[in-house]
């Protein structure tokens, strides 16, 4: 290896021996210097191909030379794309003197820091001289190789042809000490081959594994990591066998820095999503990390997405996840994220601080896979959204939980597919997680009270009947309303197990109050619409009040109207109620929609007219509406109790149009069991 001055500047020139390698293969190479427009040719391709030492300026120079005139443009295109920066290029030029054909191949081997050409590797091949080998050394040697040997094994030395910095740091004294091949391999391995890697490395090298490999190709690749001053770098090693007749004699060795190659693929088994192909949720993690800007992140569901999978099959679930994904890309812009978490939900951040157009964005989404499922023809993506605002330093994991919760909110909604969180629905879902988690031990334990509501008659002010209403007595004696918990045991299907424990506790009080020989008035109990589904409802019923020893009519079954109205099974419910002896009332009439139809459902026997209707009392039209609807019910064969009355101007008003019986504070407020045993004795 040496250097050849030039105008008082040194460039490259490799080692006399490798050159008279690569000439012995077919090879005839050269140096670029793009800035200088300075070709300068290795001495053995002076000496092969009459070629001058040095052109200049290129690509004039050569043109007039060593390349027929006719080829003279396609050479200048091809010094001049090195000049534009195209890494490696290649053209068939025709030489002067004999008119053969040379295969020129150029590749830029070093850049400036503005990313300039600077430095090429020019490689002219002569295709009948030994085509298959220096085709395979050509692309070996172009390939980015930092370092480069000449090796002959028959002489058992190591010639270098190019040295990268660190190796010329390191063992540049060394190798141009022309080592043997053992020793020159055996120190690089030592020295700098990374410890869990050595024993492949010594293995890739032994002459035994290329011989065996060379037998039946030409090029051996080993990649290996190298350590240096504690630095991992990924290498690669090409061998490139000289020798024709598949035995081992000469090769040469390439060795380069493959990290980048190396990271970029780890960096996709670590941040790609195996699905969509798409970030992962650490990719977009990291990503997020790395923002400066406000935003919102998006927790996305599918509605009822196993269906597609159970249905269509996992395949296809999958294909689906990929269009789905595919439609979450078109929505977002170069500033926002988005990933795939699992199954079908998805995480997106929105770079935007304006909450409507987040709405706006979420609602093209929405459309866009809407139309995406008819083109495919499978059922329709319908999407749900929670959003959460994001700024920086915000913990992400905790901004997508709050959006985990503002999606869980909207999941059963029909109005509306996205939601803002909100720190007072965080509130509740945690109080109502308390309530789920203390439900069971608080039936165990009785921490549920009943409590009793007489119904009076206008006319002769006489108790008449109650209602029983349930409190829940939490461990710290507060008192909690049926409003706060009711609703969220309907919705997890537990109120069954409260409806029922109510009722039987209604029954035991009832048979006691019999058994004690005093007058017994029907007390009511509510039976949620989540109870009415529960299976054998009426038999479980039935078989609690005789169990008890009661009579059904001592129990009267109070179910909502909405409830009532809903469908033909509990139209069939109720008239099994009936058969099994127990009163049904139609309770909250008036409240929400309120039909007339559903007081033509048979077999109720009471209807329940709520506190919204009483509270139009005095006003002309709530006053009709009431006339109408008592008469009606009356008509019909119903008793009517009035419900939530307060004050006397109602009372009189209900007495008027012989409304059977009033429940509400004007009377009395529900009362816990001693107070109202006292009314029931008094
Ligand atoms: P509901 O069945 O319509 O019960 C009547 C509600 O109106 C009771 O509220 C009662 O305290 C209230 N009320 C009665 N008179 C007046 C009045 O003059 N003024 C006012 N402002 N309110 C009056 P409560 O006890 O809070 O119960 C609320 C709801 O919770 C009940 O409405 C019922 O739907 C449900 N609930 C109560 N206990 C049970 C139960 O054991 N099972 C089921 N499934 N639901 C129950
Ligand atoms: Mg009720
Ligand atoms: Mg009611």
Redesign the pocket.
Known sequence: MGELLYCGKKYYEPDWRAQQALVSAGIYSFRYYPKDRLVVVTDATVKELGAKKVYDPMPAAMKDHLIMTEDAAQCTDLFQKVDRGEKRVAANLRRRSDHALMHVTITTTDWDEEGKPESAIGIIELPEDEETVSAELVRALSDDYHSIYYIDFDKNEVVPYRLSKDIEKEYGTFFRSKPEYGAAMGGYISQTVQQEDREGMLHACSVTNLREHFAENRVYVHDFRAVRNGKVTYCRMKAVNLSADGELHKAIFGFSDISLEKTRELERYAYVDPVTGGDNYVYFKQKLERKTKKGFIVSMDIHSFKVVNSVCGTTKGDEILREIWKCILNNIGENDLAAHINADHYIIFYEDTDRAKVSERLEMLTIQLGKRSVELNVPQQLPYFGVSAWEPDNKIEQIYNEANIARHEVKERKDVNHAFFCQADATRILQEKQMEDAFEVSIRNHRFEVWYQPKYNPESEQLVGA?ALVRWRTTDGTLVSPGVFVPLFERNGMIRYLDEYVFRTVCMQQKQWLDQGGTVIPI?V?LSRASLYFQNVVERYRKIASDEGINPSYVPI?ITETAALDDQSIRELASRFYEAGFPLHI?DFGAGYSSFSTLNIMHFDTL?IDKSLIDYIGNYGGDRLLEHTIALAKDLGMHVTAEGVENETQVAFLKNLNCDSIQGYYYSKPLPLEEFAEKMAG
């Open positions: 209602e009511s509510n109070e309770d329940k």
